[in-house]
């Protein structure tokens, strides 16, 4: 099973609500992503989780908030996003963070901020 | 510096046609993999191959072959008889060895006509 599921599919929010975003896999792996992704552009990379510790932050604005519960989930906490904060929210995982694992990915949140 | 250039913005042929799908790479790193990711209108990356730098041997699965050559930092990717499903962004991406990030190409736009 190759799958990493991201809820909800869609999100519409104003820009001072606070919502999350969800990710989950169970492949058993240790290196789980967030990205970001805009039309027509390729996906950038915000965050690395590698064995449930942030080890990588883009230089995000803090208004993205990640969390690592545990191996198996990942989440994107959101508040008082801007408009320009609109894009495809994709998450991955790989079995590490090893130059040759593969990453997998979910199949998004469109998120639009109003 | 690190750069994955995918030249072809977007393509259209029509089905069952042959289409090569253009990547060249560049990185100083001695060690590191290259990808190819698909991307249709639902928004997940789907992984379609990883290759090292040490593997020249070229690959085909199924209709997809992909043909990596070192001598001009290339790693083409060809689809033999396109369908219609093909219709997708695919993206080319690099990894070396002292980078937790992928770095993508834009994409190829691919369009399969009937």
């Known amino acids: 099973d190759t799958e990493v599921t991201q809820t909800p599919k869609h999100l519409v929010m104003g820009m001072t609500n606070k919502k999350s975003l969800k990710c989950e896999q169970h492949?058993?792996?240790?290196?789980m992503y967030w990205y970001k992704q805009k039309a027509k552009k390729p996906p950038e990379l915000m965050f690395v989780?590698?064995?449930?510790?942030?080890?990588i932050n883009e230089s995000v604005p803090s208004r993205f908030s990640p969390e690592c519960p545990n191996s198996s989930l990942l989440n994107l906490h959101l508040h008082a996003l801007q408009p320009e904060d609109s894009a495809l929210y994709l998450c991955?995982?790989?079995?590490?963070?090893?130059?040759?694992?593969?990453?997998?990915f979910g199949p998004g949140t469109r998120l639009t901020v109003t | 510096a690190q750069k994955v250039t995918q030249a072809q913005t977007e393509i259209s042929v029509v089905e069952k046609e042959d289409v090569t799908l253009d990547c060249v790479y560049e990185?100083?790193?001695?060690?590191?993999?290259l990808f190819w990711y698909k991307q249709p209108p639902s928004g997940e990356l789907v992984f379609l191959i990883r290759?090292?730098?040490?593997?020249?041997q070229n690959e085909i699965s199924g209709r997809y072959s992909w043909n990596f050559q070192k001598s001009t930092s290339s790693f083409n990717f060809t689809i033999t008889a396109s369908q219609v499903v093909d219709s997708a962004v695919y993206f080319c991406?690099?990894?070396?060895?002292?980078?937790?990030?992928?770095?993508f190409g834009k994409g190829t736009r691919l369009h399969i006509l009937p």
């Open positions: 492949m058993g792996h240790r290196a």
């Open positions: 290759r090292n730098s040490f593997d020249e």
């Open positions: 991406a690099l990894r070396v060895n002292r980078d937790d990030k992928i770095i």
């Open positions: 989780y590698s064995y449930e510790k942030l080890s």
């Open positions: 991955a995982s790989s079995q590490d963070t090893g130059l040759s694992y593969e990453q997998y």
């Open positions: 990185t100083r790193d001695t060690t590191y993999y």
